[in-house]
């Protein structure tokens, strides 16, 4: 037979049960909708969190305590809460002599409760020096103004807040500014409030951020003299790596190392963070569609139970067309024409169905919550949607396909 | 044209054998009009199902148009079945939601005739036994005797050379019967040879020789120079 009959042959039979065909695609329509919703909201995070990893700057560069991980995906140590001590101030005055490197500015961080008058709350602090600002682009108050490096070398208990923050202690009516709250039992002076909240780079929550002299955060609250990481600002004449290289090689000299598979700091610039955590969210994506692909194979398998069915109800048919001239193979291209256009069907619609409820959760998203949400409808979602559909069908197609092509047609012709 | 030499079927059911032919030898020249008869369970159905191709059998030799059915696969027995033969059923055996039209179509569809072609084909197939104006109708809708005509329509659509008719008249009235059997008379006398299963001896006399089969062995196997208790206008 030719395809464009046994394709006309197949879409008459599924039309003549509009309502089985209708009911029997609606496991696919569910299981390819649910991949699509779920790759384009895996694809949104992912830009989500890659635009915030390069709203830092592309010329920012990461210093952390602990040697570098062998594996791709484990975290250096300080990243996994080991204490490690190596980064000390003399690491920052050497980088900042370094002409390669604009800002080198250390970071202390910690949890702790604030309190003003009968409001508290537990949020993570930050102290670092006045250079925190430029180099988080965070330099914009609203009210008051950032500390100074006075402030850090005299030691001033000043703090700037996040605007979340200063609503939840202060609320709307009385103004932060010059007020004392508590940080850990340590009282401070509000200088100035951010002026915009949100979550920042590295899932820094912005809006009930404290920061603080480095100086203070590090004698009155923890105690310490090391850091938990380094921010670097290369300079844009010279290209990350190259500083990268530098660092490494300022960082070796005052560390007293010479072997550098011995380092015990990590240096991380956008590109190796944007290219970790790209991995790191299309894998996780790709376990979203995964899971989702479970009801696509329950689809699939309703698909192949009402194949079944119809090669039993049409056993006289297949003998007729066998009689008259059917091939095993005619009969078999016939059944599974019906099968891949059923599910092909259902990959279109739950293609449809997925944009539109992408498209209305991106509407939800960006109406009630101020989170930056990327609309993604990543086209190779619609291509694997559709050649997922057509596999199915054929995978799940072959097996009733090959039961009525394998019919006897006189036994086929004599069944009640 | 047919060649049959020992013919044997057998059918094993778990321990039980069931002897359906038990050694049958004849011949079929093209152009005869032949009628098996027998009672039920004599194997005359189990003898045209081999003859037409429909079923295989177990012992013996069969010779279609000088080809031995051993030597044939399924394919092209399928395509024998498409291009040299056409099948009339008691029960008819049509597509009912399909119509006229697409029914007789089927077999075209087989043979990859291209669509230019089949709508005429179709429409002289169906014109021949006088329902061209049910052509677009839903088969379901058609009478007994109009699904029949159909039935044969399709049969003759490929203008094979030999129509295979399993109880052509047994579901149909006496009056519908006669038409069908004088649709298949008219296609013996343009040439086609007719093989026609029947228990009804009015129904067998329109052949031209009755093979008598009893108990899966043939009994008698006659030629027959004048016939018919049709004067009537009905099969009697």
Known sequence: MRFKDAFKTATRSLTHGKMRSILTVLGVVIGIASVIILMSIGQSAQNLILNQVQSIGSNLIIVIPGAPSNGRFSSPAAAQGIVITSLKQQDIDSLQREPTIDYAVPEVRGQAEVVYGNNNTTVGYTGSTADFFVVSNLAKVSTGQTFSKSDVDSGNHVVVIGPDLAKTLFGANIDPINKTIRVKGVSFRVIGVLSKGGTGAFGVDIGNLVVMPISVAQKQLLGTNYYNVIVVQANADYDPDFVKSRISFVLEHNHGITNSSKDDFTIQTQA???????????????????????????????????????????????????????????????????????????GVIGIALGAGVVGLLYFVISTFFDIGWVFAFPISSVILGLLVSGIAGIAFGIYPARQAARKNPIDALRYE | MIDVRDLKKEYIEEETTTRALRGVTFSIVAGEFISIMGPSGSGKSTLLHILSFLDRPTGGSYTFQGKSIDDMTDQELAFVRNKDMGFVFQSFNLLSRLSVYDNCEVPLLYSKTPPSRRKALVEQAVQSVGLEEKLYTEAGRLSGGQKQRVAIARAIVTDPNVIFADEPTGNLDSQSGLQVMEILEGLHKKGRTVILVTHETQTAEFANRIIRVKD????????ITTNRNRHNGVLK
Do not use: C, H, P
């Open chain 2, 216 to 223: 899966g062995m043939i009994e008698s196997d006659n030629l």
């Open chain 1, 272 to 346: 190796d963070i944007l290219s970790i955590l790209g991995t790191i969210t299309s894998v996780l994506t790709l376990f979203l569609a995964a899971i989702a692909s479970i009801s696509l194979i329950v689809g699939g398998i309703g698909i192949m139970n009402i194949m079944l069915v119809a090669v039993t109800e049409r056993t006289r048919e297949i003998g007729l067309r066998k009689a008259v001239g059917a091939t095993n193979r005619d009969i078999l291209e016939q059944f599974l024409i019906e099968s891949v256009l059923l599910t092909f069907a259902g």
